[in-house]
């Protein structure tokens, strides 16, 4: 029978009753250095370990902080090449622009705000450059809307602007102040640009006719219609269908009678048929 060895220890206090007895196996305390020795090896091998990573942590670091830099270096470089490009496309819109303003000029709609003087292309950009560019086309949008351009009947012109023979037989001439396409009794006619209508109703020679005011100085008029579709101070777009192809009025015949008119006066609608 194997026997073992135990050490007593004694903790005595102030008082004589507070003294307290424990007794420790022999092998605790033989091991003891063992223990100790073998916990000063694992907090030694954390803190190696803590600072192989730190180091690397440092390393990674410094390689990111130098990375940043090339990453901001190069999109300096980027933004600069893009801001050139983005110039240059600027300067051919505002060509493109200054080209369409012309147009419109020669169409009589006059541009009141001095763009000119807002901005000159050849400059750096920014945040007010897009907002002039924005405005500037806005506005010419609008103007291109409120242009009679095309044709409010796609049928065979049957007559053409200026002086012809008396439709109705006879001697003598008159002067057609439009162009006269005809076709079918009921086809939709629309209107050539955004307007307000002005009148829908009996306009003596024209019969049922549909009067639309585009602003900038510039009225249509489509006449003859059998009935129309839109009623007097309604806002109409381009294409919307404004009456329907008749023969009322002064008419020789099922079609649409198609009047502009520029500040009172007519003018030649052929002029505006196509954009040359």
Known sequence: MKHHKYL???IVGLER?????????????????????CAVIFLFSIFTISLVIF?????VKSEN????????SIQKETEIIDSNNLCEKLNLIDR????????????????NADKSSRYTP????NVEIINYYYDYTSD???????????TPYNGEQSSGYGYRTNPFGGKGGEFHTGIDFKGEIGDEIRASADGCVRSADWYGGYGNAVV???????????GHLSRTNVTAGQFVEAGDVIGFLGSTGRSTGPHVHYEIRKDGYDVDPSEFLSIE
């Open 96 to 111: 493109n622009l200054t080209g369409i303003n012309h147009y419109l000029l020669e169409r009589g709609v006059q541009d």
């Open 212 to 222: 639309i005011d585009h602003g900038f100085g510039h009225s249509t008029i489509y």
């Open 55 to 59: 180091s690397n942590y440092h390393n």
């Open 8 to 10: 007593t220890l004694f």
């Open 17 to 37: 009753a507070s003294t307290k007895r424990i007794v420790v196996p022999a092998n605790l305390i033989k091991y003891f250095y063992h223990y100790l020795a």
């Open 122 to 125: 050849y400059g750096d950009y």
């Open 140 to 150: 010419v949008y609008h103007a291109l809307r409120s242009i009679p351009l095309g």
């Open 65 to 72: 902080t130098v990375l940043l830099g090339k990453i901001e």
